[in-house]
């Protein structure tokens, strides 16, 4: 299948400002691309990409004060197939894991693994390791936390998600990715498109949308607890991981930057491209 993907953003500035962007899809979608995957900003800026620690691509650039836009669209190809499962995944030893996956079993901004590990112990702790218990845990925050964009706050961390109990997407992935965590398994955030493609809900905005990613039998797989139901999701397309939110945040800012405008797309067209 094809896929329609863009954003239109739109920002007042009272005075210059330096950004960061991290808006191209992930370096692991590149080859599914069929249109450039380009930043366009008006006014016209220079532009500085670069790779990030985490494998992200980012984009550094330096805004005059007045009104600023953040444009693009892209045409990618997916396969139109749910996430993938696997339910003989096995979790590993901490001494047979990569070094480079050990920082996913840390605390970090928003995943307080050491203030939620006795109770992820005493609600997973009894299950059979593996893709089932993580399966479980995905589960339980799904059921357990209600959703609504009114519950929105930056600076709401796994913890707050698991006392009061409501949250959007972020907080639904950071509290589960802090169980994992907490039961020594490598989680990381993971933000993109993802699109209500053959999914057929009532019309709202588009927006950027975020899921988790779990490290078992010696691989990345995809886990939503947000989007965990009888309707498979298609069409997810990446853009950037990292410990968490805060590792990959749409447009970083230093200085004051009001948002105007937020327009995102991610729609299946007709295989002509039209």
């Not at 939620?116 to 339980?140: E, K, M, T, Y």
């Not at 994992?180 to 990381?188: D, F, G, K, S, T």
């Not at 397309?237 to 939110?245: E, F, P, S, T």
């Not at 200085?255 to 007709?270: K, M, R, Y």
Request: charged share 20%.
């Amino acid at each position: 299948m094809l896929i329609r993907l863009g954003y239109d953003i739109h920002f007042d500035l009272p005075a210059p400002v330096s950004f960061v962007a991290m808006l191209n899809v992930h370096p692991s979608r590149a080859h599914d691309l069929r249109e450039p995957d380009v930043l366009r900003l008006d006014p016209a800026l220079p532009i500085d990409p670069y790779i990030d620690s985490f494998g992200n691509i980012c984009t550094r650039f330096n805004a005059p004060s007045g009104a600023l836009q953040l444009s693009n669209r892209t045409l990618i190809e997916d396969s139109g197939l749910p996430d993938e499962i696997d339910y003989t995944a096995i979790e590993h030893p901490i001494q047979d894991l990569p070094s480079n996956v050990l920082l996913y079993l840390l605390n970090s901004r928003y995943c307080e693994v050491d203030r939620l590990s006795n109770i992820a112990v005493d609600l997973f702790g009894h299950l059979p390791p593996g893709w089932s218990r993580v399966q479980a845990l995905c589960d339980w925050v799904h059921d357990k936390v209600v959703f609504g964009y009114q519950f929105a706050r930056s600076t709401k961390t796994a913890l707050d998600v698991f006392t009061e109990r409501q949250g959007v997407c972020r907080d639904y992935q950071h509290l589960a990715i802090t169980f994992c965590r907490a039961l020594n398994i490598p989680a990381r955030y993971a933000t993109g498109y993802l699109g209500d493609i053959r999914i057929t809900l009532p019309p709202a905005p588009m927006d950027f949308s975020a899921w988790f990613e779990v490290y078992l039998s010696g691989r990345w797989w995809t886990f939503d607890a947000r989007n965990n139901d009888n309707m498979p999701r298609v069409g997810r397309i990446l853009m950037a991981v990292g410990r968490d939110a805060s590792d990959v945040a749409i447009t970083t800012s230093f200085g004051i930057a009001n948002l105007t405008h937020f327009h995102v797309v991610s729609d299946e067209i007709p295989e002509s491209g039209s």
